[in-house]
């Protein structure tokens, strides 16, 4: 019982100083990020939908930018740093990217739900289910994709730039974009198109998203050599 608590304690620490602590900075940006991105957004209009059109906007546009930004380079970074082949020593280099994957995405949605009930309460009787559920489809398809090209080219910025031109492309033409992407590749058809089936389209990108994620721990499994040198 002693031995199992004594690795529970273990566990607990390593989780913190490795996964929360190194987010604490950035999580304090996302809430700045969130709340200045509202105040940008927002006039003195009481129109209900202007102020719900608003809400997809931080929830469905600006969020899984952000959460794409903090995840695509988790494991990366110790191989820029030069630091991946002695934190491989440690531990496997796919539980470590496991687990602060988790943790940051568990992190910045709790984040975001705190961001919305406060929201809800000063500024717009809001569906908080309807409002998680647009951000978490963009927000793990974004993450995947910069997730996975990122791994499987080496460079997080090749990930950066390959969601950076969904996410845009999206946001700045959505009559093309989606023409080319079609209703389920497209970030933002709840903003955009609330009258189509958002719905399908929001879990589809959260079953592609958590595809690639899954396919990007595989690979970082599969080409730890790789990934070191």
């Keep these: 019982m002693n031995l199992m608590w004594k690795r529970v304690r273990f566990w607990a620490k390593w989780l913190f100083y490795e996964s929360v602590i190194p987010l604490r900075i950035k999580l304090i940006i996302v809430v700045l990020a969130l709340a200045g991105c509202l105040a940008l957004v927002t006039d003195q209009s009481t129109d209900f939908s202007l102020r719900q059109q608003n809400i997809f906007v931080i929830t469905e546009v600006i969020f899984p930018m952000l959460a794409a930004i903090f995840t695509g380079n988790l494991i990366l970074c110790e191989r820029e740093q030069h630091t991946i082949e002695f934190l491989s020593i ?20 709790l984040l975001l739900l705190s961001e919305l009930l406060i929201l809800n309460w000063v500024y717009i009787d809001l569906n908080l289910g309807e409002s998680l559920l647009s951000a978490i489809g963009p927000t793990l398809g974004m993450v995947g994709i910069v997730s996975f090209t990122g791994v499987l080219s080496r460079e997080a910025n090749v990930g950066y730039v390959i969601g950076g031109v969904w996410w845009g492309l999206c946001l700045l033409s959505p009559g093309m974009a989606s023409s080319f992407f ?3 590749f497209f970030l933002f058809l709840r903003l955009f198109n609330p009258q189509a089936d958002w719905i399908a389209n929001k879990v589809f990108l959260s079953s592609i998203g958590l ?14 050599e790789r990934l070191i040198t």
Excluded: P, Y
């Design 90 to 109: 440690r531990i496997s280099l796919v539980k470590i990217w496991s687990i602060r994957m988790a943790v940051a995405i568990a992190w910045l949605h």
């Design 182 to 184: 079609g209703c389920f």
């Design 211 to 224: 595809f690639l994620i899954v396919i990007s721990g595989w690979l970082i499994n599969a080409s730890k």
